[in-house]
Structures are given as structure tokens and as C-alpha cells.
């Protein structure tokens, strides 16, 4: 659950518009940039950028520049919905529990496998969860071993559950989630700490906080994959 002075980036990403789209080639690449402004309380401005090389491999990178006097910046990333039937994930970072910028000590670099269904926390009220930090790549597929694979350049933070962010937040128990359809991955330059030190709502760290007074930006891979 977002504290209060963040709700300005609650549905930021969603109500985007496009301002430009652009499509380039250069030596059998195809170069697509779009530039979004986001609807927070002043207006954000995110540059997204899609190199595509002629083996079907995406370089994606993400800037965001927030507006002014805005507050901190809950989480930066990309959010997708996959197909339910990929369902397994691996991936070599920190884990194998689920951890934060602020809560990784107890974490290890290694690699990780399970399902995504798996990586969904039974706490008694639904809430956000699963997250993992320092991932160098991570791979998303199948029964049958097809799917995608995430690299990050050099890190990012990858979140895979059943569920968006928002039908967790919008359900008072785990029984009333409705039977998910689908794979919600998040792939992240970084999502702010958890926080809560005295178990009643401190808040997080500065140092573990996305500061909306800079431009954030991050990089990674994306590409078909069958093992």
C-alpha cells in the first residue's frame, strides 16, 4: 500500500499519453522511441527506447524525468500481463526468498527456480510481495520450454505473480482473490524500500527511497527463448 504523499503515482502509468513516436533503422537495426507524459500532480515526462536487432532481440531502455516538487517515486519500471501457461520461472540474483533494497541482507546471489504461483506470499491480507533484487537475468517459460529470458545491463529487479499490484491491494483476504488468468511481470530499475523498522509505518530510509528530484534510468534485454 502506497503512503499517502505517493498517490500522485498511483495510476501515473496507466493514464500516459504519447507525446512522440518515432521508428528508425540503422545497420539492420530498428530503433523505435516514444516519449510519454505522465499524469502525476506536474506533469512527468518517460523516454522509452527499443532496439531491435535482426535475431528478434530487444534492447529496451526506460528514463523517466519526474515533474517538480513531486514526492518519492514508489517504483520505476515496466509492468506486462504474459499468458498463464508460463508459469516457470529461473532466474540468478538474490533470493530465494522474496527481498528489497532494505530487507536483502538475508538474501544470496544464486540461482533460483520455481513457479511463479510460488512466489506469491500467504500473508494474511494481500499485499505486494515476491519481489527480487541484484537479478542478472531472469526466464520466464512453458512446459514446453518456450518462453522469453530478461538480461539485465547489468542489474535489474524482476517481480513475477499471478496477480497485479492493484487487485492485491483491492482484496481483504487471500481466498477472495479471483483464479488468475494470467502472469503479471515487472521488471525494475528499482522499487523503494519497504520500510516499517518499528513495525508501525516508519517510513523508508532516505537512502533506500526513489527521489523524484533526478532522472532515473535503466536498461535490459528481451528476447524468445527455447530450452
Known sequence: ?????????????????????KIEEDNNKIIIKVEFILSTET????????IINGSGEIEITQELIPGVNLPEIPEVGMMVNLMKEFENITW????????YCDRSVGARVGLFNGKVNEQLENYLRPQECGNKTDVRWVTLTNRGGIGIKISGLPLVE??????????????????????SDKVVLRVNYKQMGVGGDDSWGAKTHPEFTINSNEIHSYSYKLKGIEI
Not at 43 to 50: D, F, L, Q
Not at 92 to 99: A, F, T
Open 158 to 179: 524482476i517481480n513475477a505473480l499471478p496477480y497485479t499490484p492493484k487487485e492485491l491491494e483491492n482484496s481483504d483476504h487471500m481466498y477472495k482473490l479471483p483464479v
Open 43 to 50: 506533469p512527468s515526462k518517460c523516454n522509452m527506447t527499443y
Open 1 to 21: 500500500m502506497l503512503f499517502r504523499s505517493c498517490i500522485t503515482w498511483k495510476n501515473a502509468g496507466e493514464k500516459k499519453k504519447i507525446k512522440s513516436f
Open 92 to 99: 540468478y540474483g538474490k533470493g530465494p526468498h522474496e527481498n
